[in-house]
């Protein structure tokens, strides 16, 4: 899947919520540390490996378990700042001669639209519903083990997409069905894995 259209995607969703950016709540139009809203999560779904070792014909395919925790801060009503952590998982490599394992850490950007802000949405059952898109930078350690027992780990920088759905429940509990998608981080040796996570979360804002 090319990422070309989840980018263009996600920056016109970054524009939309940048251009509506309001307060937090009802007269508060400041754009201030001090007045943000914390918020913490966690969520689970599957997560796909597709990478290559380079210079090798091994390769992994294949959907395992992942799991994710967060924690942010809503800077307005429609921007936040994100920390994430994720297990990705293990997956095996082809002809089952290894397994590969990895994790990653997370800082984005999240901007967020109102669907109820626009007129074909504006349903009573959508008022809690929003959009989101987010883009920021990530880092990430990836581990090779051998059936025969050896192991190989390397670790870089990459880059973090995603998009989602958010449903605001009352007294800061919070849904997200979410899609996000961690980049390869170009290895040497071992799988050049990249990760595709689709998940569910739930959260609670402060």
Do not use: C
């Amino acid at each position: 899947m090319t990422k070309w259209p989840l980018l263009a995607g996600i920056i016109m969703v970054l524009l939309l919520s940048t251009a509506h950016a309001g307060p937090k709540s009802a007269g508060d139009h400041r754009f201030d540390w001090l007045t943000a809203e914390p918020y913490v999560g966690a969520g689970f779904g599957p997560v796909h490996h597709t990478g290559y070792v380079p210079g090798a014909p091994l390769s992994t395919k294949r959907w395992v378990a992942g799991q994710k925790v967060f924690a942010g801060a809503s800077v307005t009503s429609v921007l936040a700042i994100e920390f994430a952590y994720y297990r990705l998982g293990r997956s095996p490599l082809a002809f089952g001669v290894a397994t590969e394992h990895a994790h990653a850490a997370a800082a984005a950007l999240i901007a967020r639209h109102p669907l109820n802000e626009n007129p074909w949405f504006r349903r009573p059952w959508l008022d809690s519903l929003s959009v989101f898109a987010k883009a920021g930078g990530a880092y990430k350690w990836i581990r090779q083990t051998s059936t025969a027992g050896g192991s190989v780990a390397e670790d870089g920088p990459t880059y973090l997409l995603g998009f989602g759905l958010q449903h605001d429940f009352p007294d800061g509990l919070f849904m997200r069905a979410e899609y996000e998608y961690v980049g390869q981080i170009g290895t040497r040796r071992i799988v050049d894995a990249q990760h595709t996570l689709v998940s569910v979360s739930i959260g609670f804002a402060f």
